[in-house]
């Protein structure tokens, strides 16, 4: 499977704990972007990598939120002393750099955070 | 705020029949508008628009991008069950595209 792959698919804790997720990207893209996708609503824009960089972080990213590429392959999204409102599919997209022509983003399937 | 609005948020018909779907879009430094498929799982890609008034077409699916009205349109002619999903329009800002702006998605359900 050459697509963006997210580790786990489905993640259950309880309120409080910290939680880790995983995205490797499709291996010649070097963006790397995660989003956060509730019930009935379109995935929002959280960050993105450029190769390791971070370059753009989005207010919805509290402080209780990290994110790294450390080699600019696999990225981690880390979320600190969860709250019921972080319960969410977190979805990982990757892209090429073009310069030439835009280059459209393509997810993952995902990794459902519930949060008891 | 950027923002971009879809409707309707859901529809239903029967298969054979032809859908369009609408997106409005007002996204700051705009780049190009985004249709993407969803089927519980991740977001496929369907196409990119970037100029206006040139149909992008794939199968029995084309969409169409007004840059002046700033609006889009998702054409589904002859339905299958297999459209049955919540169809994401999306803007996308900054270099190269980076940032997308998301509407709600529209729930398309097609019975046999």
């Known amino acids: 499977d050459t697509g963006v792959s997210q580790d786990p698919r489905h993640k259950i804790t309880k309120r409080g704990q910290n939680v880790t997720f995983r995205c490797d990207p499709i291996?010649?893209?070097?963006?790397l972007y995660w989003y956060r996708q509730t019930l009935g609503q379109g995935p929002e824009f959280l960050t993105y990598f450029q190769n390791e960089a971070q370059l753009e972080k989005s207010r919805l990213l509290s402080d209780r939120f990290s994110a790294e590429r450390p080699k600019g392959s696999f990225s981690t999204l880390e979320i600190q002393r969860t709250e019921q409102g972080d319960s969410a599919m977190y979805l990982c997209?990757?892209?090429?750099?073009?310069?030439?022509?835009?280059?459209?983003?393509?997810f993952g399937d995902g990794t459902r955070l519930s949060i008891l | 705020e950027d923002k971009v609005v879809q409707s309707p948020l859901s529809l239903v018909v029967h298969e054979g029949d032809t859908v369009t779907l609408n997106c409005s879009y007002e996204?700051?430094?705009?780049?190009?508008l985004l249709w993407y498929k969803q089927e519980k799982k991740a977001p496929t890609f369907l196409f990119m628009l970037?100029?206006?008034?040139i149909e992008k077409k794939s199968g029995r699916l084309s969409s169409i991008l007004d840059k002046k009205e700033l609006f889009s349109i998702l054409n589904i002619t002859a339905t299958q069950t297999g459209d049955s999903a919540v169809y994401l329009c999306a803007g996308g800002s900054g270099g190269s595209n980076y940032k997308l702006t998301f509407g709600k998605g529209t729930l398309l359900t097609v019975n046999p």
């Open positions: 970037t100029s206006s008034g």
């Open positions: 997209a990757s892209s090429l750099d073009g310069t030439a022509a835009y280059q459209p983003q393509h």
């Open positions: 996204v700051t430094n705009f780049r190009s």
């Open positions: 291996s010649e893209h070097n963006r």
